[in-house]
């Protein structure tokens, strides 16, 4: 997570090293899910360049068709410049009612138009929710100004206990991945925010994780803090088991905030890609010779995650949940992202490790990052962000706890 030089030189020497080795290939820096077996060439996406801004910010890439450049640049805009384009997407929304597009619509939209296109469609949606409108305005603000009319007293963070669940394999490789969150725990404490790491299982399945993050929130409950649990990617489901498990132990009635930073809640697709026979022989290789438990690995693919979610009842609804996600565009990939971004956007937009409707929370807020995938730790802005997230975060639990 660093913004150090060398520390990027560093992670840019790892990745080229093992995405060119056949069995130790790394898929992921958050789940870090060895790949083992690069057999991608993925066919040349068209460019088309865009100049636009989306959600406060501005975008200076590039997108995959003329209809995503035109969405973006004209219609969003308020331009229209393009008559029979203009009318092809009003009915796209007047047929979509204000709902979110599922997974599956936003495949069709991909195979219609293109993967850009349902992205932005997608990130729209979301964004005309009035209350992600406003969640998404007030993060811009605490990012632009660094306070808002409400502000923060030191009163106010003393309150708060906010803790960590790491991702995958964080012991060994979060001098790259920041999957331990050191950083971010660096700057919470420089405000004063009590903060602690989840000493999970770095290799174990959702089940063992959500099992450690119980006894976690045992063990701080009775501190009398209003607790904040904080987790990307692969600590994603294990959060949302371990609060959906326990609604009503009396440990958890602290539990006032989860901030889901790119939670894999459905699973990712990677695993269940390599579980096809030729590939499923290289992922057991590597399995075996990085030491590692198999159904652990699985307990994070789309089967198993899928079946969870459906299994569960759902998470106390008192429970503020704010997702953060990226709405990658094919133009600003990172490389850490690239090969597999390129592999699912056959089945629709998706960030390089799970497709973009997979990671929202039910019954949450949603604040999206454009021009990012799932690896948001390559954002130079990745700190600023970090501050005004915590922000965020304590502004709408003190202004819950006003209206209590």
Do not use: C
């Given at each position: 997570m660093s913004n150090n030089s060398s520390d990027t030189l560093n992670r840019s020497l790892y990745y080229h090293h093992d995405l060119m080795t056949i069995i130790n290939h790394i898929a992921s820096v958050s789940l870090i899910l060895p790949a083992l077996f690069v057999l991608m060439s993925c066919a040349s996406v068209p460019t088309y360049p865009v100049d636009a801004d989306i959600?406060?910010?501005?975008?200076?890439?590039?997108?995959?068709?003329?209809?995503?450049?035109?969405?973006?640049?004209?219609?969003?805009?308020?331009?229209?410049?393009?008559?029979?384009?203009?009318?092809?997407?009003d009915a796209l929304y007047q047929g979509q009612s204000g709902r979110v597009p599922s997974r599956d619509e936003l495949k069709t939209l991909a195979d219609e138009y293109s993967v850009d296109f349902a992205a932005i469609f997608f990130a729209e949606h979301i964004h005309a929710q009035e209350e992600n409108r406003a969640i998404q305005q007030a993060f811009s603000d605490y990012l632009r100004n660094g306070d808002t009319s409400a502000r923060l007293r030191q009163a106010d963070l003393d309150k708060y206990l906010f803790l960590f669940v790491p991702g995958w394999d964080y012991v060994e490789n979060s001098h790259i991945t920041g999957a331990d969150f050191a950083v971010q725990r660096i700057l919470f404490t420089a405000f004063g925010v009590e903060n602690h790491l989840v000493i999970i299982p770095p290799h174990g399945s959702?089940?063992?994780?959500?099992?450690?993050?119980?006894?976690?929130?045992?063990?701080?409950?009775?501190?009398?803090?209003?607790?904040?649990?904080?987790?990307?990617?692969s600590a994603g489901p294990a959060i949302y088991l371990a609060l959906a498990e326990n609604r009503q132990h009396p440990s958890f009635d602290n539990v006032k905030g989860w901030l889901n930073i790119g939670g894999i809640l459905q699973g990712s697709p990677v695993i269940d890609y390599y579980q096809a026979w030729p590939r499923s022989w290289y992922f057991n290789v590597a399995v075996w010779s990085q030491g590692w438990d198999k159904d652990r690995i699985l307990s994070l693919s789309t089967v198993e995650s899928r079946k969870r979610m459906e299994r569960l009842a759902g998470i106390d609804p008192d429970i503020l949940v704010i997702n953060y996600i990226g709405l990658p565009l094919s133009g600003a990939v990172s490389q850490y992202a690239a090969d597999y971004y390129s592999m699912l956007a056959a089945e629709g937009p998706n960030d390089g490790l799970s497709f973009l409707p997979d990671m929202v929370a039910p019954d949450s807020l949603t604040i999206i990052a454009p021009g990012r995938d799932h690896f948001l730790a390559e954002d130079p802005m990745i700190n600023d962000k970090t501050v005004a997230m915590m922000k965020v975060v304590i502004a709408y639990l003190e202004r819950r706890s006003m209206l209590e």
């Open positions: 959600f406060d910010e501005n975008l200076e890439t590039s997108v995959d068709s003329p209809e995503a450049k035109y969405y973006l640049e004209h219609y969003l805009q308020g331009r229209n410049t393009d008559p029979v384009l203009h009318a092809r997407i959702v089940e063992e994780s959500a099992a450690v993050l119980t006894r976690s929130i045992e063990q701080h409950g009775d501190k009398g803090k209003t607790i904040v649990l904080v987790g990307a990617s």
